[in-house]
Structure formats: C-alpha cells, structure tokens
C-alpha cells in the first residue's frame, strides 16, 4: 500500500507568526492548484483523511470536487501540534527561555504552557498509522510535524528524546511525499 503525506498549500498569514493549531486558511489558488495534481495522479478510490483545520478540509473538498470517488473523512488527530500561548505570535517574541525548556525537554514539554508536547504529537500520530496498516492506498492531507511524525513512526521510531532528533525536512506547501508500506 501507498500513503501521500500531503501538506496543505500556502496559509494565508504573515510569515513567522506560530499557527499549529491556529484555524487560518490556506492561498485558496494555491489549494486548486494541488488539488488538480493530486486528481491526475491519484488511483481509483484512494481513501482520503484530513485534518479538520480549514487549511487542510479546504484542500479536501476542492479534490472531491475533482474526483468523486476520493470521499473524504474528517480525522483530528491529524491536526498540526498544538502550541498553546505561542498560537498566532511571532516566532521571534516568543521568550528564549521558553524555547530553550522546549528544546532542553523536547519530548515532554508542554510548548505554549498549554500546548502539546511532542510525545503526545507522536503518539496521536503513530495510533493513527497503526489504524491505515492492511488497508488500501490513503492519502493524509495534514501538515509539516505531522509529515516528519509519521515518517519517524513509518521507519519504526515511537519516541525520540531530543531537538536534534526531529526531521527538518518536510513537504513545501502545497506538495506531498509518498511511503511505501509493507501490507500486514
């Protein structure tokens, strides 16, 4: 089977401003235009989760709206990590001390006080991946963290401890990556 790990096109939002969480929607241009590239490369009765921010459901629905048989199913846990407080703030007002306690316990803290943690990210994730094993080729509309979860999870890590141990790498908007996984 085949996963597309599909991130949601460009937020309309200035840049650096944190927005995990935060519900805004995506270049509703930029949307129509992956949707059309998914539509042509899809295989029949691919099945579809997406995450219920707006970025992602739009994307979602302007592709049923291309391929009817690409029904859609609303899935949370797909939802980018939950910052907290630092929700709809610029990166760079955030307090160093705050992003150094993230960094210094990456796995368990909670990021924005009230945010997620990054353990929670990963195990959110990785119970949805477990679920999608044995079926038919799914495609995840979602974002950038839970790309870099997922594939983590796909190679077999459940847990990391450490900054550094987090993919940089992810999708641009607007673009997917695709996994191959072993039927079980």
Not at 53 to 78: I, K, N, S
Request: glycine share 6%.
């Amino acid at each position: 089977m085949k996963l597309w790990l599909v991130r949601h096109a460009q937020p309309v939002l200035a840049s650096g401003v944190c927005y995990g969480r935060l519900d805004v929607a995506a270049d509703a241009a930029a949307t129509a235009q992956c949707a059309r590239a998914l539509a042509t490369l899809l295989p029949h009765a691919t099945r579809v989760l997406t995450s219920p921010l707006q970025r992602c459901e739009a994307l979602a629905h302007v592709l049923y709206g291309l391929r009817p048989d690409l029904a859609y199913m609303t899935e949370p846990r797909l939802q980018e990590m939950d910052f907290g407080l630092w929700e709809g703030r610029a990166w760079q007002e955030i307090p160093q001390a705050e992003l150094t306690a993230w960094t210094s316990d990456f796995a368990n803290y909670a990021v924005g006080h009230r945010g997620e943690s990054v353990m929670r990210v990963m195990a959110r994730v990785a119970a949805t991946f477990d679920e999608i094993q044995g079926t038919s080729d799914t495609l995840w509309i979602t974002h950038a963290g839970v790309i870099r979860a997922v594939e983590l999870v796909a190679r077999g890590v459940r847990q990391i401890a450490r900054a550094d141990q987090w993919p940089l790498d992810a999708p641009d908007y607007g673009q997917w990556r695709t996994l191959r996984l072993q039927l079980n």
